[in-house]
């Protein structure tokens, strides 16, 4: 349900979801640098980037 909960707010609420999934790969120790860059490049992807996040990278928004 949380999933769910996550997809919708990133495919409606995009601009915030770009900014909690930035928040959460500050806070990442499991990605380099590259890495990150590349994940906050893709997130400005409108309304699939931080989905993306969610299903592939393993990232939380919450």
């Not at 860059?37 to 969610?54: E, Q, S």
């Amino acid at each position: 349900m949380k999933l769910v909960l996550e997809i919708l707010i990133s495919a409606i609420l995009h601009p915030i979801a770009v900014v909690l999934m930035w928040i959460n790969l500050a806070g990442r120790t499991d990605l380099t640098s590259p890495q990150k860059v590349i994940w906050a490049i893709v997130g400005l992807i409108w309304g699939i980037g931080p989905i993306l996040y969610i299903l592939v990278g393993d990232g939380v928004l919450w």
